[in-house]
């Protein structure tokens, strides 16, 4: 089946321990997002690619990088990963970035950071 | 500023019906998702609005009103499997997709 798969599923780090989380796609979409999401809150964007093209938002900390060696492939560096870095963090696709294009989410990465 | 605006919480007795509304004030309109996330577990897809009206997909139903800046989302039969958060997300003019807070539906027998 086409998915969206992210490893690990939970993550424990230590307090500025760098940390990479990772996702891959079977759907051959050229969109991959990268999203922080904590309890009772809405998805935050922390950037996205196009195809190769890097999208950083702007209040995205410098802390949180991110690199996609090809199609499938995305990942997200936390270089020192701070207390109120624990999140879920969700890996998304879409075909495209026109406005019907859904996005498809993987399982999340739980961060705890001690 | 952008700004998706739906109830924290919301309860509802299995066997009922429960309409979940959300409205926006976006820059530009490209479309509407619901999407239903369970406690630890990310989104799933539900629906997509772009034009008025409503959009029936068996026991779930949304409705847009572009000029009044209004979705609803209609479950109906609820199950206690319904029980989730349910994310209201528009797509702005950059087809950037802004996302509401949720809404927690809590089921009851």
């Known amino acids: 089946d086409a998915m969206v798969i992210q490893n690990p599923r939970y993550q424990v780090t230590q307090f500025g321990k760098p940390v990479t989380l990772s996702c891959s796609q079977t759907l051959n979409h050229n969109v991959m997002y990268w999203y922080q999401q904590k309890s009772s809150q809405a998805p935050k964007l922390l950037f996205h690619y196009y195809d190769k093209d890097f999208n950083n938002e702007a209040d995205t900390p410098d802390n949180f990088q991110s690199r996609r060696p090809n199609t499938s492939f995305c990942f997200l560096d936390i270089r020192s990963p701070g207390l109120g870095d624990a999140a879920m963090y969700l890996c998304?696709?879409?075909?495209?970035?026109?406005?019907?294009?859904?996005?498809?989410f993987g399982p999340g990465t739980r961060l705890t950071v001690l | 500023g952008q700004n998706i605006d739906q109830p924290t919480e919301m309860t509802a007795t299995e066997g009922a019906i429960v309409q979940i509304n959300c409205t926006y004030q976006t820059s530009g309109f490209n479309g509407l998702f619901w999407y239903q996330q369970h406690a630890g577990e990310a989104p799933t897809f539900l629906s997509y609005?772009?034009l008025d009206g409503l959009e029936e997909k068996g026991r779930f139903s949304s409705f847009l009103s572009r000029s009044k800046g209004y979705s609803y989302l209609l479950l109906k039969e609820l199950q206690m499997k319904d029980s989730a958060s349910y994310l209201c997300a528009v797509t702005d003019s950059n087809y950037q997709l802004i996302w509401g807070a949720g809404t927690k539906l809590i089921i009851k027998p």
């Open positions: 609005n772009v």
């Open positions: 998304a696709t879409s075909r495209d970035r026109a406005g019907g294009d859904t996005q498809y």
